[in-house]
Antibody
Framework: QITLKESGPTLVKPTQTLTLTCTFS??????????VGWIRQPPGKALEWLAL???????RYTPSLKSRLTITKDTPKNQVVLTMTNVDPVDTATYFC????????WGQGTLVTVSS | DIVMTQTPLSSPVTLGQPASISCRSS???????????LTWFQQRPGQPPRLLIY???DRFSGVPDRFSGSGAGTDFTLKISRVEAEDVGVYYC?????????FGQGTKVEIK
Protein backbone atom coordinates (compact mmCIF):
# COMPACT_ATOMS: atom_id res chain seq x y z
CA GLN A 1 0.00 0.00 0.00
CA ILE A 2 1.36 3.39 -1.02
CA THR A 3 0.87 6.33 1.30
CA LEU A 4 2.19 9.87 1.47
CA LYS A 5 1.79 12.30 4.32
CA GLU A 6 2.63 15.97 4.51
CA SER A 7 3.81 17.62 7.70
CA GLY A 8 4.81 21.12 8.65
CA PRO A 9 3.52 24.32 10.22
CA THR A 10 -0.09 25.38 9.76
CA LEU A 11 0.68 29.07 10.29
CA VAL A 12 3.66 31.00 9.01
CA LYS A 13 4.39 34.72 9.21
CA PRO A 14 5.12 36.76 6.09
CA THR A 15 8.82 36.81 5.07
CA GLN A 16 9.50 33.59 7.00
CA THR A 17 10.68 30.32 5.48
CA LEU A 18 8.21 27.46 5.14
CA THR A 19 9.51 23.91 5.46
CA LEU A 20 7.26 21.00 4.50
CA THR A 21 8.11 17.32 4.79
CA CYS A 22 6.59 14.47 2.79
CA THR A 23 6.96 11.07 4.39
CA PHE A 24 6.00 8.19 2.16
CA SER A 25 5.80 4.42 2.20
CA UNK A 26 5.15 1.63 -0.27
CA UNK A 27 7.72 2.73 -2.82
CA UNK A 28 11.34 3.86 -2.93
CA UNK A 29 12.91 6.98 -4.35
CA UNK A 30 15.85 4.84 -5.40
CA UNK A 31 13.69 3.10 -8.03
CA UNK A 32 14.25 4.11 -11.65
CA UNK A 33 11.65 6.54 -12.94
CA UNK A 34 10.11 7.39 -9.58
CA UNK A 35 9.62 10.95 -8.43
CA VAL A 36 8.06 12.88 -5.56
CA GLY A 37 6.72 16.36 -5.96
CA TRP A 38 4.64 19.15 -4.48
CA ILE A 39 1.44 20.74 -5.72
CA ARG A 40 -0.55 23.45 -4.00
CA GLN A 41 -4.13 24.64 -4.10
CA PRO A 42 -5.20 28.04 -2.72
CA PRO A 43 -8.63 27.94 -1.09
CA GLY A 44 -11.31 27.52 -3.76
CA LYS A 45 -8.80 27.67 -6.59
CA ALA A 46 -7.07 25.37 -9.04
CA LEU A 47 -4.00 23.19 -8.64
CA GLU A 48 -0.50 24.59 -9.13
CA TRP A 49 2.57 22.41 -9.62
CA LEU A 50 5.58 23.57 -7.59
CA ALA A 51 8.49 21.14 -7.68
CA LEU A 52 9.59 17.58 -8.40
CA UNK A 53 12.59 15.46 -7.47
CA UNK A 54 13.46 12.22 -9.24
CA UNK A 55 15.17 9.01 -8.16
CA UNK A 56 18.42 10.26 -9.76
CA UNK A 57 18.27 13.59 -7.85
CA UNK A 58 17.13 15.52 -10.92
CA UNK A 59 15.17 18.49 -9.59
CA ARG A 60 12.57 20.61 -11.37
CA TYR A 61 10.82 23.79 -10.26
CA THR A 62 8.04 26.00 -11.52
CA PRO A 63 9.83 29.03 -13.01
CA SER A 64 7.72 31.66 -11.23
CA LEU A 65 8.81 30.35 -7.80
CA LYS A 66 12.17 28.80 -8.62
CA SER A 67 14.19 31.41 -6.72
CA ARG A 68 12.23 30.68 -3.52
CA LEU A 69 11.96 26.88 -3.64
CA THR A 70 14.33 24.06 -2.72
CA ILE A 71 13.42 20.37 -2.89
CA THR A 72 15.59 17.66 -1.36
CA LYS A 73 15.27 13.96 -0.64
CA ASP A 74 16.39 11.60 2.09
CA THR A 75 16.05 8.24 0.40
CA PRO A 76 16.75 5.97 3.40
CA LYS A 77 14.16 7.89 5.44
CA ASN A 78 11.60 7.93 2.58
CA GLN A 79 11.22 11.68 2.92
CA VAL A 80 11.18 14.67 0.62
CA VAL A 81 11.47 18.21 1.97
CA LEU A 82 10.28 21.40 0.29
CA THR A 83 11.43 24.79 1.54
CA MET A 84 9.88 28.04 0.41
CA THR A 85 11.57 31.27 1.43
CA ASN A 86 10.07 34.71 1.97
CA VAL A 87 6.44 33.55 2.15
CA ASP A 88 3.57 35.93 1.49
CA PRO A 89 -0.19 35.71 2.21
CA VAL A 90 -0.71 34.68 -1.43
CA ASP A 91 1.16 31.47 -0.56
CA THR A 92 -1.74 30.44 1.67
CA ALA A 93 -2.84 27.09 0.27
CA THR A 94 -3.20 23.38 0.82
CA TYR A 95 0.09 21.78 -0.08
CA PHE A 96 -0.03 18.26 -1.50
CA CYS A 97 2.78 15.75 -1.78
CA UNK A 98 2.55 13.49 -4.84
CA UNK A 99 4.56 10.43 -5.76
CA UNK A 100 5.04 7.69 -8.27
CA UNK A 101 5.89 7.75 -11.95
CA UNK A 102 3.39 10.45 -12.77
CA UNK A 103 1.54 11.95 -9.81
CA UNK A 104 0.00 8.53 -9.25
CA UNK A 105 -0.45 8.90 -5.51
CA TRP A 106 -1.36 11.91 -3.39
CA GLY A 107 -1.16 12.80 0.26
CA GLN A 108 -4.16 14.27 2.05
CA GLY A 109 -2.60 17.71 1.94
CA THR A 110 -1.74 20.23 4.63
CA LEU A 111 -3.25 23.69 4.86
CA VAL A 112 -0.66 26.40 5.35
CA THR A 113 -1.82 29.90 6.24
CA VAL A 114 0.52 32.84 5.83
CA SER A 115 -0.53 35.64 8.13
CA SER A 116 0.97 38.02 10.65
CA ASP B 1 4.54 27.52 -20.28
CA ILE B 2 1.81 25.40 -21.85
CA VAL B 3 -1.62 26.79 -21.05
CA MET B 4 -4.38 24.24 -20.42
CA THR B 5 -7.97 25.41 -21.02
CA GLN B 6 -10.94 23.37 -19.86
CA THR B 7 -14.55 23.69 -20.96
CA PRO B 8 -17.09 23.87 -19.52
CA LEU B 9 -16.13 25.16 -16.09
CA SER B 10 -19.35 23.75 -14.68
CA SER B 11 -21.36 20.75 -15.83
CA PRO B 12 -24.73 19.92 -14.24
CA VAL B 13 -25.58 16.33 -15.14
CA THR B 14 -28.50 14.01 -14.53
CA LEU B 15 -27.66 10.76 -12.74
CA GLY B 16 -27.17 7.98 -15.27
CA GLN B 17 -26.53 10.39 -18.12
CA PRO B 18 -23.16 10.97 -19.81
CA ALA B 19 -20.81 13.88 -19.13
CA SER B 20 -17.99 15.24 -21.21
CA ILE B 21 -15.15 17.63 -20.39
CA SER B 22 -12.87 19.21 -22.93
CA CYS B 23 -9.25 20.20 -22.39
CA ARG B 24 -7.21 22.15 -24.91
CA SER B 25 -3.49 22.86 -24.72
CA SER B 26 -1.75 25.93 -26.14
CA UNK B 27 0.74 23.69 -27.94
CA UNK B 28 1.05 20.08 -28.95
CA UNK B 29 1.52 17.64 -26.07
CA UNK B 30 3.34 15.06 -28.19
CA UNK B 31 6.63 14.33 -26.45
CA UNK B 32 9.88 13.63 -28.29
CA UNK B 33 9.50 10.00 -27.18
CA UNK B 34 6.25 9.76 -29.15
CA UNK B 35 3.94 9.66 -26.14
CA UNK B 36 1.36 12.30 -25.25
CA UNK B 37 1.37 13.00 -21.54
CA LEU B 38 -2.13 14.27 -20.91
CA THR B 39 -3.51 13.34 -17.50
CA TRP B 40 -6.90 13.65 -15.82
CA PHE B 41 -7.52 13.96 -12.08
CA GLN B 42 -10.70 13.86 -10.04
CA GLN B 43 -11.08 15.85 -6.82
CA ARG B 44 -14.11 14.96 -4.76
CA PRO B 45 -15.31 17.54 -2.21
CA GLY B 46 -12.92 17.76 0.73
CA GLN B 47 -10.55 15.18 -0.77
CA PRO B 48 -7.16 15.33 -2.45
CA PRO B 49 -7.10 14.81 -6.20
CA ARG B 50 -6.72 11.27 -7.48
CA LEU B 51 -5.30 10.08 -10.76
CA LEU B 52 -7.93 8.86 -13.23
CA ILE B 53 -6.29 8.69 -16.65
CA TYR B 54 -2.77 9.13 -17.97
CA UNK B 55 -1.30 9.29 -21.47
CA UNK B 56 -4.66 10.45 -22.87
CA UNK B 57 -6.59 7.23 -22.38
CA ASP B 58 -4.92 4.79 -19.95
CA ARG B 59 -7.07 4.29 -16.87
CA PHE B 60 -5.20 4.14 -13.57
CA SER B 61 -5.58 1.15 -11.28
CA GLY B 62 -9.05 0.91 -9.77
CA VAL B 63 -10.67 3.55 -11.97
CA PRO B 64 -14.11 2.45 -13.20
CA ASP B 65 -14.44 1.84 -16.91
CA ARG B 66 -17.21 4.43 -17.20
CA PHE B 67 -14.33 6.93 -17.31
CA SER B 68 -12.60 7.24 -20.66
CA GLY B 69 -10.14 9.62 -22.24
CA SER B 70 -9.52 10.49 -25.86
CA GLY B 71 -7.89 13.06 -28.08
CA ALA B 72 -4.62 13.92 -29.71
CA GLY B 73 -2.23 16.82 -30.22
CA THR B 74 -3.88 19.74 -28.47
CA ASP B 75 -7.49 18.61 -27.96
CA PHE B 76 -8.55 16.09 -25.36
CA THR B 77 -11.78 14.85 -23.79
CA LEU B 78 -12.74 13.07 -20.60
CA LYS B 79 -16.04 11.23 -20.77
CA ILE B 80 -18.13 9.67 -18.05
CA SER B 81 -20.52 7.24 -19.71
CA ARG B 82 -23.13 7.22 -16.94
CA VAL B 83 -22.66 9.68 -14.10
CA GLU B 84 -23.01 8.30 -10.59
CA ALA B 85 -23.41 10.28 -7.37
CA GLU B 86 -19.81 9.54 -6.36
CA ASP B 87 -18.55 11.26 -9.52
CA VAL B 88 -19.44 14.70 -8.15
CA GLY B 89 -16.36 16.87 -7.86
CA VAL B 90 -13.87 18.90 -9.84
CA TYR B 91 -11.93 17.40 -12.72
CA TYR B 92 -8.55 18.70 -13.82
CA CYS B 93 -6.46 18.01 -16.87
CA UNK B 94 -2.71 18.34 -16.63
CA UNK B 95 0.09 18.13 -19.14
CA UNK B 96 3.24 16.23 -18.22
CA UNK B 97 4.98 16.62 -21.57
CA UNK B 98 7.00 19.67 -20.59
CA UNK B 99 8.16 21.46 -17.47
CA UNK B 100 6.56 23.26 -15.78
CA UNK B 101 3.67 20.86 -15.39
CA UNK B 102 0.47 22.84 -15.88
CA PHE B 103 -3.16 22.22 -14.97
CA GLY B 104 -6.46 23.32 -16.41
CA GLN B 105 -8.75 25.55 -14.33
CA GLY B 106 -10.93 22.62 -13.34
CA THR B 107 -14.45 21.57 -14.31
CA LYS B 108 -17.06 21.13 -11.63
CA VAL B 109 -19.39 18.19 -12.18
CA GLU B 110 -22.58 18.35 -10.17
CA ILE B 111 -25.91 16.59 -10.19
CA LYS B 112 -28.92 18.43 -11.54
Amino acid sequence: QITLKESGPTLVKPTQTLTLTCTFSGFSLSTFGVGVGWIRQPPGKALEWLALIYWNDDKRYTPSLKSRLTITKDTPKNQVVLTMTNVDPVDTATYFCVGGRGFDYWGQGTLVTVSS
Amino acid sequence: DIVMTQTPLSSPVTLGQPASISCRSSQSLVHSDGNTYLTWFQQRPGQPPRLLIYKISDRFSGVPDRFSGSGAGTDFTLKISRVEAEDVGVYYCMQATQFPRTFGQGTKVEIK
